[in-house]
T-cell receptor, first 113, second 113 residues
Framework: DTGVSQDPRHKITKRGQNVTFRCDPISEHNRLYWYRQTLGQGPEFLTY????????KSRLLSDRFSAERPKGSFSTLEIQRTEQGDSAMYLCAIRIVGDEKLFFGSGTQLSVL | DQQVKQNSPSLSVQEGRISILNCDYTNSMFDYFLWYKKYPAEGPTFLISISSIKDKNEDGRFTVFLNKSAKHLSLHIVPSQPGDSAVYFCAASGTGTASKLTFGTGTRLQVTL
């Protein structure tokens, strides 16, 4: 148990629909990260939060993507007007203060038909 | 621009033998390196790490070696076990990256009986 819960585990949607994923760290950690992994690639950084502030966004995060962490605890990632190229596993990770490593959740596997 | 490279997409090793997974990086600012293991439909799990001030770190059957001059690191698994079969990702972080990890594309290890 990494202390990071992601919901849902799987999501199938039709192109053009909006989807939202949720990440719940078991306890509050000041840094929370979102990554995306496609087949044959390593996880790619999307964005990260320090408490409720979104401090960095990758150029992979188009304007159809939005992430929030309203109270510095759980986080949501929304994709609007999904495209087939959005099909991937979306991973949430936390960093414990003083530790360099990230702990990942089990991910949300998105399939856009 | 692939800053972390794993040039071997797959590796097959017999049970009991040594598995050696390799990783190269290009960014001189990287100063912390990690290996993650990933099973299908799960998030990456931290395995072992090494700081740039060291050239070796050992944890049970797993040893990571770092050659800074060559910008190369390797993961040794001895002895290899069937349960080690998974995809292994090399990752790196550095000063100013906010502990954002940059991942390689992964090496699929198959340990055969």
């Amino acid at each position: 148990d990494t202390g990071v819960s992601q919901d849902p585990r799987h999501k199938i949607t039709k192109r053009g629909q909006n989807v939202t994923f949720r990440c719940d760290p078991i306890s509050e950690h000041n840094r929370l990260y979102w990554y995306r992994q496609t087949l044959g690639q390593g996880p790619e950084f999307l964005t990260y939060f320090q408490n409720e502030a979104q401090l960095e966004k990758s150029r992979l995060l188009s304007d159809r993507f939005s992430a929030e962490r309203p109270k510095g605890s759980f986080s949501t990632l929304e994709i609007q007007r999904t495209e087939q190229g959005d099909s991937a596993m979306y991973l949430c990770a936390i960093r414990i203060v003083g530790d360099e490593k990230l702990f990942f959740g089990s991910g949300t596997q998105l399939s856009v038909l | 621009d692939q800053q972390v490279k794993q040039n071997s997409p797959s590796l097959s090793v017999q049970e009991g033998r040594i598995s050696i997974l390799n990783c190269d990086y290009t960014n001189s600012m990287f100063d912390y390196f990690l290996w993650y293991k990933k099973y299908p439909a799960e998030g990456p799990t931290f395995l072992i790490s090494i700081s740039s001030i060291k050239d070796k770190n050992e944890d049970g059957r797993f040893t990571v070696f770092l050659n800074k001059s060559a910008k190369h690191l390797s993961l040794h698994i001895v002895p290899s076990q069937p349960g080690d079969s998974a995809v292994y990702f090399c990752a790196a972080s550095g000063t100013g990256t906010a502990s954002k990890l940059t991942f390689g594309t992964g090496t699929r290890l198959q340990v055969t009986l």
